[in-house]
């Protein structure tokens, strides 16, 4: 199993941006799809965007399309999610996860996860 290790949470303002990224060890990175999580506070978790094994593919949550972007440097073994116009309603624990194989939305279907990482968006 791949260990992912988040960073780049914080404290913003409404419309300023963020950029969260995802370190992978233990694995070889090019064979998982990876994507983001999250999970408000009395919410459940909900899927935010995915990214294919080679990065040609993506897919997005209505709810950040537009907004959010998700990329990752193989090379590095490492995932990011770029987040501009920040929304209060983006405040959320920020999870990545791998999944061995296709891209997929679903969180069942990712097998490792990392600690997350506190988003705090202020009106």
């Known amino acids: 199993q791949v260990q992912l290790a988040e960073s780049g949470g914080g404290l913003a303002q409404a419309g300023a941006s963020l950029r969260l990224s995802c370190a992978a060890s233990?694995?070889?990175?090019?064979?998982?799809?990876m994507a983001w999580f999250r999970q408000a506070p009395g919410k459940e978790r909900e899927f935010v965007a995915a990214?294919?094994?080679?990065?040609?593919?993506?897919y997005y949550a209505d709810s950040v399309k537009g907004r959010f972007t998700i990329s990752r440097d193989n090379a590095k073994n490492t995932v990011y999610l770029q987040m501009n116009s920040l929304k209060p309603e983006d405040t959320a624990v920020y999870s990545c996860?791998?999944?061995?194989?296709?891209?997929?939305?679903?969180?069942?279907?990712?097998?490792?996860w990392g600690q997350g990482t506190l988003v705090t968006v202020s009106s």
């Open positions: 996860a791998a999944k061995d194989g296709s891209i997929y939305y679903r969180d069942v279907m990712y097998g490792s």
């Open positions: 990214i294919s094994r080679s990065g040609e593919y993506t």
């Open positions: 233990g694995g070889t990175f090019t064979i998982y799809s």
